[in-house]
């Protein structure tokens, strides 16, 4: 992080709250390599941290009141919000995170009284990227640097997950905030969502002579719709049916009377394996194998999870056909980010053709991803 962009949040936050903040944190965005939808099913996710990163200027308060100010977002103005006001009805849109940390923060008894935030960053918004809980993570890791709370990476992960379910509305399970909190530059973080144990796996594409693309489709969604809720849903009731907690505790893919249902245990299953196989692949140093595991990894959520799109199937596809290793639709899905493994002395041609297949959309944008560190106080 440069010296002018901590300079350009100082001066921002005196800018609107007329006094200097007693910080600065960050949090970064993720990509997840492998293991989609597999966080609230209890399994396994391989994610790294990117460089993108939320930024947060911050000083504390102790009049109860929660002032929010987002570069990104300057036509909302300053929002003031009182924190015993906070209900999850109470903020939209962006505001309703850094809202839902404060909110669980107080509901567990963490005594916050307030704060002034800055808000500012690069992570794309709607990219599957990860930029919600990017924020969540550096307002979280912010408000326990204030208050001296002392919460450890998998408790602050936990509070910004809880900001997002419960305030925010989004089921999502744990794997974006754990990227963002606990992730370390040059490695993946392989973690066991059941139990957050998790191991750093060495991820140096530059050394192996590869690179990772992440091409951002441009098409946007939203998970709040519903349709991410749906498929967590159908998962916690096929785990029902088969008298399991989770999909997760199956051992090979199941058969239920309603085919939706079948076809979400299979790809929790076979998705549980791929992670694992991938780091297998990752420990050995076959990147090819890394590769073939992707491409399967994407055939697997298009036709057994049923949450790519057209665009980021042909963005997937293209660059397979121009010398990818392998590439998939990363994040939540219903659009966002696909990522295409390739060797270095491919990646320019590999990013030219994504760019210029028309998708019906504004052209991908294409950026190399390098992993990054995770959550941590700047200034």
């Given at each position: 992080?440069?010296?002018?962009?901590?300079?350009?949040?100082?001066?921002?936050?005196?800018t609107?709250f007329?006094q200097?903040?007693h910080?600065?944190?960050?949090?970064?965005g993720?990509?997840?390599?492998?293991?989609?939808?597999?966080?609230?099913?209890a399994?396994?996710?391989?994610p790294?941290?990117l460089?993108?990163?939320?930024?947060?200027?911050?000083?504390p308060?102790?009049d109860?009141?929660?002032r929010?100010?987002?570069a990104?977002?300057?036509?909302d103005?300053l929002?003031?919000?009182?924190l015993?006001d906070?209900e999850p009805?109470?903020?939209?849109?962006?505001?309703?995170?850094?809202?839902?940390?404060?909110?669980?923060?107080?509901?567990?008894?963490h005594?916050?009284?307030?704060?002034d935030?800055y808000?500012?960053?690069?992570v794309?918004?709607?990219?599957?990227?990860s930029?919600?809980a990017?924020?969540e993570c550096?307002?979280a890791?912010?408000?326990?640097?204030l208050?001296?709370?002392?919460?450890?990476?998998?408790?602050?992960?936990?509070i910004?997950?809880?900001?997002?379910n419960?305030?925010?509305?989004?089921?999502?399970g744990?794997l974006?905030?754990m990227a963002?909190v606990?992730?370390r530059a040059?490695h993946?973080?392989?973690?066991?969502?059941?139990?957050?144990?998790?191991?750093h796996?060495?991820?140096?594409?530059?050394?192996?002579g590869?690179r990772?693309?992440?091409?951002d489709?441009?098409?946007?969604?939203?998970?709040?719709?519903?349709?991410?809720?749906e498929?967590r849903?159908g998962?916690?009731?096929?785990?029902?049916l088969?008298?399991?907690?989770h999909?997760?505790?199956?051992?090979a893919p199941a058969?239920?009377?309603d085919?939706?249902l079948?076809?979400?245990?299979?790809?929790?299953?076979?998705?549980?394996a791929?992670?694992l196989a991938?780091?297998?692949?990752?420990?050995?140093?076959?990147w090819?194998?890394?590769?073939?595991?992707?491409?399967?990894?994407?055939a697997?959520?298009?036709d057994d999870f049923?949450i790519?799109?057209?665009?980021t199937d042909l963005?997937a596809?293209?660059?397979?056909?121009?010398?990818?290793?392998g590439?998939?639709?990363?994040?939540?899905?219903?659009?966002g980010?696909?990522?295409a493994?390739?060797?270095?002395?491919d990646?320019?041609?590999?990013?030219?053709?994504v760019?210029?297949?028309?998708?019906?959309?504004?052209?991908?944008?294409?950026?190399t991803?390098?992993?990054g560190?995770?959550a941590?106080?700047?200034?």
């Amino acid at each position: 992080m440069t010296g002018d962009r901590l300079l350009e949040m100082q001066t921002g936050f005196n800018t609107i709250f007329h006094q200097d903040p007693h910080g600065i944190w960050a949090a970064p965005g993720r990509v997840n390599l492998i293991g989609e939808h597999t966080d609230y099913n209890a399994g396994y996710v391989l994610p790294l941290a990117l460089p993108h990163t939320t930024l947060v200027a911050a000083r504390p308060r102790t009049d109860g009141r929660l002032r929010v100010f987002s570069a990104t977002h300057s036509e909302d103005g300053l929002l003031d919000l009182g924190l015993p006001d906070l209900e999850p009805a109470a903020a939209h849109g962006w505001s309703a995170y850094p809202a839902g940390v404060a909110w669980t923060l107080r509901l567990e008894g963490h005594p916050v009284s307030g704060a002034d935030l800055y808000i500012d960053g690069d992570v794309p918004v709607g990219a599957g990227l990860s930029s919600s809980a990017s924020l969540e993570c550096a307002v979280a890791i912010a408000l326990d640097d204030l208050y001296g709370l002392g919460l450890a990476p998998a408790d602050l992960a936990r509070i910004a997950r809880r900001a997002e379910n419960e305030f925010a509305g989004v089921p999502c399970g744990i794997l974006d905030q754990m990227a963002s909190v606990a992730c370390r530059a040059g490695h993946g973080l392989f973690l066991d969502t059941r139990d957050l144990s998790s191991r750093h796996v060495p991820m140096d594409f530059e050394a192996a002579g590869t690179r990772l693309l992440v091409i951002d489709t441009h098409v946007k969604h939203d998970l709040g719709d519903g349709a991410y809720g749906e498929l967590r849903a159908g998962c916690e009731e096929a785990a029902r049916l088969l008298g399991v907690e989770h999909l997760r505790d199956l051992t090979a893919p199941a058969r239920l009377p309603d085919p939706v249902l079948t076809r979400l245990v299979r790809h929790a299953v076979t998705e549980n394996a791929r992670v694992l196989a991938t780091v297998e692949a990752l420990d050995a140093g076959d990147w090819e194998r890394v590769g073939a595991i992707l491409h399967d990894g994407h055939a697997s959520i298009r036709d057994d999870f049923q949450i790519t799109c057209p665009e980021t199937d042909l963005v997937a596809a293209t660059a397979e056909r121009h010398g990818a290793l392998g590439a998939r639709q990363t994040g939540g899905g219903f659009g966002g980010s696909v990522i295409a493994l390739v060797r270095t002395q491919d990646a320019d041609r590999v990013a030219r053709a994504v760019i210029e297949t028309p998708t019906g959309h504004p052209s991908p944008t294409v950026f190399t991803a390098v992993a990054g560190p995770g959550a941590r106080r700047l200034k």
